[in-house]
Nanobody, 122 residues
């Protein structure tokens, strides 16, 4: 069984910083892409940042220049450093990973974390 556990959310003032972490655990053979999504009340879930297994990154326009995604493959962990936070960044942030579990053939599956709340006050 594979699970993703996020940490690092919280309340911060506008202009502040937070660092989110997401650790994948369980019967993992390999991990391909990892990403962070967010969903604000009344809005659709949107991808904030993605990092491939070869450390190629992609950011939403709203995150460029302020957020940095990184990963530690030895720890099966992905991070999101968020700087210059704005009230519009307030949302539940979800970790995503495309994982090949042990013993289930040559397939990758999508896994999601439970979400962590980020609230930015003005």
């Amino acid at each position: 069984q594979v699970q993703l556990v996020e940490s690092g959310g919280g309340l911060v003032q506008a202009g502040g910083s937070l660092r989110l972490s997401c650790a994948a655990s369980g019967s993992i053979l390999s991990i391909d892409a990892m990403a962070w999504y967010r969903q604000a009340p009344g809005k659709q879930r949107e991808r904030v940042a993605l990092i491939t297994s070869t450390d190629i990154t992609n950011y939403a326009d709203s995150a460029k220049g302020r957020f940095t995604i990184s990963r530690d493959n030895a720890k099966n962990t992905v991070y999101l450093q968020m700087n210059s936070l704005k009230p519009e960044d307030t949302a539940v942030y979800y970790c995503f990973a495309n994982i090949r579990p042990i013993g289930i053939g040559a397939y990758y599956y999508d896994y999601w974390g439970q979400g962590t709340q980020v609230t930015v006050s003005s």
